[in-house]
């Protein structure tokens, strides 16, 4: 399997520009997270979806952010406009709903905003 | 709200000494907790703990949790400088069934 796998890499850009990350769980995964890593906070959990339906979005910082998950293989984070105070890693994490599974993480969107 | 505490925030230690990393966690309908390795990259996966007592080993690398005073913890005896990352605790439960994380303890290893 490849893994959780998360486009782009990198993004550098404007501020107030829109920002779009992707991203495609492991297979058979009914269950997808996104997360925002900074030194100040750590891990954050934004909002994370269950068989592609939001359970929790508690975490989505402003209205400026909003995630979908059109089908089970693919998920996008967008922030409109987009702040330097945004610069972050943003990270997708799958597992399986149910049951007792660890989650798999994706190698990380490293989003500077300028 | 769900609630994960690690300390130390940070540790330096010396190659070959003993460290021991803490986890404490609040969170309603516990199901699990998980420690995770992070290096460069994503978070990588070390142990899943849901029955309190029951020691989980990898190598150098144990885990205990402890129910009843909600709190784990992850030993690493002889370190090794590949050992150096960010140790990741999160609890599995919540109201909406989530992961929370704990904000890391950053490990350091020096030769």
């Known amino acids: 399997d490849a893994g959780v796998i998360q486009s782009p890499r990198h993004e550098v850009t404007e501020m107030g520009q829109e920002v779009t990350l992707r991203c495609k769980p492991i297979s058979g995964h009914n269950s997808l997270f996104w997360y925002r890593q900074t030194m100040m906070r750590g891990l954050e959990l934004l909002i994370y979806?269950?068989?592609?339906?939001?359970?929790?979005d508690s975490g989505m910082p402003e209205d400026r952010f909003s995630a979908k998950m059109p089908n089970a293989s693919f998920s996008t984070l967008k922030i409109q406009p987009s702040e330097p105070r945004d610069s972050a890693v943003y990270f997708c994490?799958?597992?399986?709903?149910?049951?007792?599974?660890?989650?798999?993480f994706g190698q990380g969107t490293r989003l500077t905003v300028v | 709200e769900d609630k994960v505490v690690q300390s130390p925030l940070s540790l330096v230690v010396h190659e070959g000494d003993t460290v021991t990393l803490n986890c404490s966690y609040e969170?309603?309908?516990?199901?699990?907790l998980l420690w995770y390795k992070q290096e460069k990259k994503a978070p990588t996966f070390l142990f899943m703990l849901t029955s309190s007592g029951i020691e989980k080993k990898s190598g150098r690398l144990s885990s205990i949790l402890d129910k009843k005073e909600l709190f784990s913890i992850l030993n690493i005896t002889a370190t090794q400088t590949g050992d150096s990352a960010i140790y990741l605790c999160?609890?599995?439960?919540?109201?909406?069934?989530?992961?929370?994380f704990g904000k890391g303890t950053h490990l350091i290893i020096q030769p």
């Open positions: 979806f269950n068989n592609n339906v939001p359970i929790d």
């Open positions: 969170v309603t309908n516990f199901r699990s």
């Open positions: 999160a609890s599995h439960g919540g109201g909406a069934d989530g992961l929370t």
């Open positions: 994490a799958s597992r399986r709903v149910g049951g007792w599974t660890e989650a798999f």
